[in-house]
Structure formats: structure tokens, C-alpha cells
């Protein structure tokens, strides 16, 4: 997220919901730090600077430890032409901002249920 107070904030509480993080404020170093990092589920403005949301899922997607990653537009375009934009992109999820920590922490269950189930 291009807004750093808030990127933080979310990684904050993202940590205390025993998670690991890392956080970026651009997408094209958005995209360099899911390389190192190879996250199990990214959480990903839309409207960034340097590379956007779309470009960044894209290149995520395109990476062979991006295909299975969860990927989750966080943002605040909501119309059904943005939704469908972040499908296209290759977005798992599309979430409005001000996203309900109730939806993070199903997100974030889900994912963890199924690695759970993975052999």
C-alpha cells in the first residue's frame, strides 16, 4: 500500500494474529520482497505507484511460487468493472477499503486450512 501508515498498521495487525509479514509502499517493490519473501497470501493495493495492484498480481502470477499464492486486492475502487479487473489480474479476492478485520481473519483462516490440508 502506497499509504505507509497504513501498510503498517495492517502488518501490525496482521503480527499479532501470529502471522509473519513484510510490508512494501510500492508495487514494484511490492513485487521484489513477495520474490524473496514467497508468501503464502498477499494483500495488495490496487492504485500504487510504480507498478499498480494489477501489474504487480501479474507478475506475482507469473513467478512459479506466485501460482499458488492468495492473492487479495485491498482496495478502494469497488465498482463491478474494478472487481472484475482484479479476476482478470489474477486477484483470488477483491476487498473495500476499510477492510473488516472479520474478512482478514477468515482470509487468513481459509489459507491456513488449507495448507493445513496439503501433502
Known amino acids: 500500500d502506497d499509504n ?7 502488518g501490525q495487525l496482521l ?17 521484489k520482497v ?4 514467497q508468501p503464502g497470501i498477499v494483500l495488495c ?7 499498480n495492484g494489477y501489474d504487480t498480481a501479474r507478475a ?16 478502494g475502487w469497488n465498482q463491478g468493472k474494478d472487481m472484475q479487473k482484479s479476476v482478470d489480474a489474477g ?14 481473519m477468515a482470509l487468513f483462516g481459509a489459507s491456513q486450512d488449507k495448507s493445513s490440508n496439503q501433502t
Not at 34 to 37: L, S
Not at 45 to 51: E, F, R, T, V
Request: negative net charge; proline residues 3%; without cysteine.
Open 4 to 10: 505507509e501508515d497504513a501498510a503498517n498498521a495492517l
Open 15 to 31: 503480527e499479532m494474529m501470529d502471522n509473519e509479514v513484510a510490508t512494501a509502499y510500492d508495487g514494484e517493490t511490492g513485487f
Open 34 to 37: 513477495a520474490r524473496a519473501f
Open 45 to 51: 493495493d490496487i492504485g500504487m505507484p510504480k507498478m
Open 60 to 75: 506475482i502470477r507469473a513467478e512459479e511460487w506466485g501460482k499458488d499464492v492468495v492473492l487479495v486486492a485491498l482496495t
Open 91 to 104: 486477484f483470488d479476492h477483491h476487498l473495500v477499503k476499510p477492510v473488516e478485520v472479520d474478512a482478514l
